[in-house]
């Protein structure tokens, strides 16, 4: 474990999100009290339009430089897919004059397609596609064994060639904007 503190923003759509990510991040040697989520209110609207405000708010703090931490965005993929959400994301950099992230920042936008859910069917073990929607789990906790299955593949080979390609890209993001910040500081 780096013993260097490096803290993490988390922006979120759900709750499923987030323990999701903090399980991931936490199998991966990140100590719990380095993570600082925010998340969707429940019952408040659109939870990728929030995600995307509260991107842009912490993104004007991420460039301040008051502090060495990472930004990491979570917004499903819906019918839009990862390209178009990251478009989305520098479009609306653009609108409210903040900067786009450059390849130095540690910055990932993390794009589960169809959803979050994809992901954990297919680390249980299911075929899938990232069209189909779905069912959300009765308990977002249940996803452990999902999360530790993603969690020994990133420690080993990688994810196989037949995982959804949002999940090839999230670990591309991780690996380019998180995984080397975090031991380069």
Request: with cysteine; proline share 3%; aromatic share 10%.
């Amino acid at each position: 474990m780096n013993k260097r503190e490096v803290s993490f923003v988390i922006c979120c759509e759900d709750k499923q999100q987030e323990c999701f990510a903090r399980r991931f991040l936490k199998g991966l040697g990140f100590e719990p009290r380095q993570l600082f989520f925010k998340i969707n209110p429940a019952g408040k609207g659109s939870g990728e339009q929030w995600v995307r405000e509260k991107f842009i708010e912490e993104l004007k703090i991420y460039y301040t430089k008051q502090r060495i931490y990472a930004l990491i965005a979570i917004i499903d993929g819906d019918t839009k897919g990862v390209e178009e959400r990251i478009t989305q994301f520098n479009n609306i950099c653009k609108e409210y004059r903040v900067q786009v992230r450059s390849n130095n920042d540690a910055i990932a936008i993390i794009v589960p397609t169809r959803n979050i859910e994809t992901w954990i069917h297919y680390l249980n073990g299911e075929i899938v596609d990232e069209e189909t929607v779905y069912p959300k789990l009765k308990c977002e906790s249940d996803c452990q064994i999902a999360v530790k299955n993603l969690v020994t593949m990133c420690k080993s080979n990688g994810l196989s060639q037949d995982a959804p390609p949002s999940l090839h890209s999230a670990c591309e993001e991780y690996r380019s904007r998180i995984y080397n910040f975090r031991f380069s500081h």
